[in-house]
């Protein structure tokens, strides 16, 4: 069951402006990103539900996160249907990201008072997600419209929180432009949590990462 509500989600979403996004089928990996991302200021983690027993790695993640990491909110993105949104939801899951918007996932989540947030391309389906109780918006794939399209957004429907993901980067360029354009907050995986820091086990320069990133959307926010 989750332990924080849609809207205290919400809130820390807006608040620290980050969500970072990581999956290892090893738990002592995902511990070690995990801790670097909470020692760098990240109160968010959406573990992206990609292969076999993925579930079993998140729920192992989500105990050590309740135990050891006060604050820390566990969600999970890449779900695809109710059934798995349902399994992680009874695993503790605080959020559910989707890569395209279903109406089976937002009854689910809506059920148990658990955030959702779909991904969305054109503006007729965040219209849509809103009206089927969507907090924040995912726009996904983010590289492939930009920040002008998010503005573009923000114009007409001035209510609207955006999340975008994909095409985001830990740089002053690239968080400048998604923040000035409007987003709520912004979803990163490879290029905020790459290969090289599990490679090479740098997980003290992810913490760095983290909290320069954080920094920067500080800023942006003025």
């Known amino acids: 069951m989750a332990r924080y509500s849609r809207?205290?989600?919400?809130?820390v979403m807006k608040e620290t402006g980050l969500v970072p996004l990581f999956v290892h089928s090893d738990i002592e990996v995902a511990k070690k990103v995990l801790q670097?991302?909470?020692?760098?200021?990240a109160r968010l983690m959406e573990f992206t539900s990609r292969g076999d027993f993925a579930h079993e790695v998140f729920g192992e993640l989500n105990k050590y996160a309740l135990s050891k990491l006060p604050g820390m909110i566990l969600g999970v993105g890449s779900v695809t249907d109710a059934g798995s949104a349902s399994l992680y939801m009874q695993l503790g899951a605080n959020f559910v990201v989707t890569p395209v918007l279903r109406e089976d996932i937002a009854i689910a989540c809506n059920r148990r008072k658990v955030l959702w947030s779909p991904g969305c391309g054109s503006l007729t389906e965040i219209a849509k997600a809103e009206e089927l109780g969507c907090e924040i918006v995912k726009l996904f794939?983010?590289?492939s419209y930009g920040p002008s399209y998010v503005k573009a957004i923000k114009g007409p429907q001035p209510w609207t929180s955006i999340m975008p993901t994909g095409g985001v980067s830990p740089t002053k360029e690239s968080i400048e432009a998604w923040f000035n354009a409007g987003v709520t907050c912004v979803g990163m995986g490879s290029k905020l949590i790459s290969k090289e820091v599990i490679v090479n086990e740098d997980y003290?320069?992810?913490e760095n990462t983290i909290s320069k990133a954080l920094a920067l959307i500080k800023s942006a926010r003025g």
């Open 204 to 206: 003290k320069g992810l």
């Open 36 to 41: 670097a991302c909470y020692n760098g200021g």
């Open 141 to 143: 794939p983010g590289g």
């Open 7 to 11: 809207i205290e989600v919400a809130q």
